[in-house]
């Protein structure tokens, strides 16, 4: 079970690739998750590994460019960390 934290929080961790290497499925989600924070200002829970294991941010998704994805004030996650998406 992941742990929840902010966004704020994001910093304090060291992000590393997920065990199993899902970037190709995301592509979908992310980019109805960068709509929905985009146009509608609604967020979405972002589960991704972290060297003390999964850790998950409810956050609003601005972009998804490069392998990476940038949240609201300007924290960025790999996509190859990510171990689910929900909205």
Known sequence: MARIISKEEISHYKIIPALVNKVAQWHKELSYAMRLGNEFKGKTNITFETTE???SVETTVWS???G???LKGGTVIPVNS???IHF
């Open 53 to 55: 294991g999964p850790v």
């Open 64 to 66: 998804v460019a490069g």
């Open 68 to 70: 990476h994805l940038q």
């Open 82 to 84: 990510i171990v689910d």
